[in-house]
């Protein structure tokens, strides 16, 4: 079955800290994997993707994310973190194949404090 | 480019009632995504149009939930009669034709609240 697991669902960083997210899945094909965060009062927006190639994506706002395949993983980095950085954040799974309906995870609260 | 956009933001409503929430996609994106997030749980799809047909409807609940694309355009999601476990956030989400690295571009979302 398809799934995506984000084991944490809350996190409390400082500002300046670095941060880690992770997102685990478990997928038939080849997958297509999104972040996206939502802040409050927002709708999701997206942060990266990854298709194919370096699996070292960059995203907006100074995130990045790397796709470890052997390790089923797609965890989001940011080397310092902002207040603004606070929102919640979604790891989802695709089919490379084309338009298909994405799989999401629980999502992870970040709290960013001073 | 305007985005996504949905309608209303928020709706109160009372077991029975009916809701009808609605979806205008990005202009020209053919395909048109319903999904929903029940508190404190994953969002999940709810079905897929293409245009004005049903791709993939797998997600609907139940056939309380109806949902039309009118024309192609915009979108609208019926709850009738609605239950309280019906209450969560309807997001909507659009994308392009099939093309590799394609992303779904998604809208604030309806939050429905059923008492």
């Known amino acids: 079955a398809q799934s995506v697991t984000q084991p944490d669902i809350h996190i409390t960083v400082s500002e300046g800290a670095s941060l880690e997210l992770r997102c685990n899945y478990s997928y038939g ?13 927002q709708g999701l927006q997206l942060l990266l993707k990854y298709f194919s190639g370096d699996t070292l994506v960059q995203g907006i706002k100074g995130f990045e994310a790397e796709f470890k395949r052997s390790q089923s993983s797609f965890n989001l980095r940011k080397p310092s ?9 979604f790891c989802a799974v695709g089919a490379y194949s084309g338009n298909t309906p994405l799989v999401f995870g629980k ?8 | 480019e305007a985005g996504v956009t949905q ?6 409503i009372e077991k029975g009632q009916t809701v009808t929430l609605r979806c205008d996609p990005i202009s020209g994106h053919d395909n048109l995504y319903w999904y ?9 799809f709810l079905l897929h149009f293409v245009k004005e047909s049903k791709q993939d409807e797998s997600g609907m609940p139940n056939n309380r939930f109806l949902a039309e694309r009118t ?11 609605a239950e309280l476990e019906d209450s969560g956030v309807y997001f909507c989400a ?3 034709e099939r093309q590799v690295g394609y992303e779904q571009y ?4 309806t939050r429905l609240t059923v008492t």
């Open chain 1, 29 to 41: 094909a080849t997958p297509y994997l999104f972040w996206y965060v939502q802040s409050p009062g």
């Open chain 1, 81 to 89: 973190v902002h207040w603004s950085d606070a929102a919640e954040y």
């Open chain 2, 7 to 12: 309608f209303p933001s928020h709706s109160v």
């Open chain 1, 107 to 114: 999502g992870t609260r970040l709290s960013v404090i001073a």
């Open chain 2, 36 to 44: 929903r997030r029940v508190m404190g749980k994953e969002i999940k």
């Open chain 2, 106 to 109: 998604f809208g604030p979302g």
């Open chain 2, 71 to 81: 024309g192609g355009t915009y979108s609208t999601l019926k709850v009738q009669p």
């Open chain 2, 94 to 96: 659009s994308s392009p």
